[in-house]
């Protein structure tokens, strides 16, 4: 079975990943994968989610979450037109224009 990290009364479940998972998940995702691979796909996926699990296990009570690592504001410019509208000069190369819009051959029945 995939792993599966949830808290419940503080108690942290941890599901653990078989070889079978891993030929499961490529499979569903059409991935030819030889013994070799999948048991080093196996051992990644194992190192990945007991990371997960040691993450999970930090006691985080009281700690707002963030958005970004660093308290940072994003700056802003006044939103300005820098370009004239330049709308005719396109729609007069365009093999067909009507009413302003581009017309297009139709492609799903």
Same mark, same amino acid.
Do not use: C, W
């Given at each position: 079975?995939?792993?599966?990290?949830?808290?419940?009364?503080? %108690?942290? #479940?941890?599901?653990?990943?078989?070889?079978?998972?891993?030929?499961? $998940?490529a499979r569903?995702? &059409?991935?030819? +994968?030889?013994?070799?691979?999948?048991?080093?796909?196996?051992?990644?996926?194992?190192?990945?989610?007991?990371?997960?699990?040691?993450?999970?296990? %930090?006691? #985080?009570?009281?700690?707002?979450?963030?958005?970004?690592?660093?308290? $940072?504001?994003?700056?802003? &410019?006044?939103? +300005?037109?820098?370009?004239?509208?330049?709308?005719?000069?396109?729609?007069?190369?365009?093999?067909?224009?009507?009413?302003?819009?581009?017309?297009?051959?139709?492609?799903?029945?």
């Amino acid at each position: 079975m995939i792993p599966y990290y949830a808290r419940f009364n503080k %108690v942290l #479940t941890i599901m653990s990943l078989s070889t079978d998972d891993v030929k499961k $998940v490529a499979r569903l995702a &059409r991935l030819a +994968m030889s013994e070799t691979e999948v048991e080093a796909a196996h051992s990644q996926l194992s190192g990945i989610f007991d990371l997960i699990a040691e993450m999970q296990a %930090v006691d #985080t009570t009281g700690i707002e979450p963030m958005s970004h690592a660093q308290n $940072v504001t994003q700056r802003l &410019r006044e939103d +300005m037109v820098t370009e004239g509208n330049q709308r005719e000069l396109f729609q007069s190369v365009a093999p067909q224009v009507e009413a302003g819009l581009y017309l297009v051959p139709q492609v799903i029945e």
